[in-house]
T-cell receptor, first 113, second 110 residues
Framework: GNSVTQMEGPVTLSEEAFLTINCTYT??????LFWYVQYPGEGLQLLLK?????DKGSNKGFEATYRKETTSFHLEKGSVQVSDSAVYFC????????????FGAGTRLFVKA | KAGVTQTPRYLIKTRGQQVTLSCSPI?????VSWYQQTPGQGLQFLFE???????NKGNFPGRFSGRQFSNSRSEMNVSTLELGDSALYLC?????????FGPGTRLLVL
């Protein structure tokens, strides 16, 4: 079946450090891939998405590239800020048949000033 | 446009009771999905409704049910509550490839 595996946290970084959160997936066909962010006490917000191989999603300085050959969708940011402290979820969705989304376990990021 | 709204935001129930949660999607969105979030199991898909029909279903017992009305508003119901049902229940409405999540209803079962 479809599944998403992402690196365990928490990840603790100093402000302006480089961020990588690894995400790999197992799926049949060509799923759409997503990164969501959850701030304390809130629901999930879509951070970025990619719908086909080699697509790069980007938003607010975050980037992720859909790698079909390695079944990966790693999240990166060149310089993190304290305000980026949150939980990040990698997720996949089948390309057709509705919005059933499979989420990874989430990675908590702490950014220190 | 207004975002996804969920009511109530917080709820405390006792074992054996039932509960109904409500979700109002973004205007014009016809798909509504429900997820359960717990520290142990993470985010798990419950079900999706599209134009008043259940389109997808997750692996939850029959105590969990839902419905969607003609105005796309959705409700989910959990009967015979168990302690393990304590969770944050998230609703999402969708269009194209994007899901928009509400703030969630936090349910505590005592």
């Amino acid at each position: 079946g479809n599944s998403v595996t992402q690196m365990e946290g928490p990840v603790t970084l100093s402000e302006e450090a480089f961020l990588t959160i690894n995400c790999t997936y197992t799926a049949t066909g060509y799923p759409s891939l997503f990164w969501y962010v959850q701030y304390p006490g809130e629901g999930l917000q879509l951070l970025l998405k990619a719908t086909k191989a080699d697509d790069k999603g980007s938003n607010k300085g975050f980037e992720a590239t859909y790698r079909k050959e390695t079944t990966s969708f790693h999240l990166e940011k060149g310089s993190v800020q304290v305000s980026d402290s949150a939980v990040y979820f990698c997720a996949l969705k089948r390309p057709t048949g509705g919005f059933k989304t499979i989420f990874g376990a989430g990675t908590r990021l702490f950014v220190k000033a | 446009k207004a975002g996804v709204t969920q009511t109530p935001r917080y709820l405390i129930k006792t074992r054996g009771q039932q509960v109904t949660l409500s979700c109002s999607p973004i205007s014009g969105h016809r798909s509504v999905s429900w997820y359960q979030q717990t520290p142990g199991q993470g985010l798990q898909f419950l079900f999706e409704y599209f134009s008043e029909t259940q389109r997808n279903k997750g692996n939850f017992p029959g105590r969990f049910s839902g419905r969607q009305f003609s105005n796309s508003r959705s409700e989910m119901n959990v009967s015979t509550l168990e302690l393990g049902d304590s969770a944050l229940y998230l609703c999402a409405s969708s269009e194209q490839e994007t899901q928009y999540f509400g703030p969630g209803t936090r349910l505590l079962v005592l």
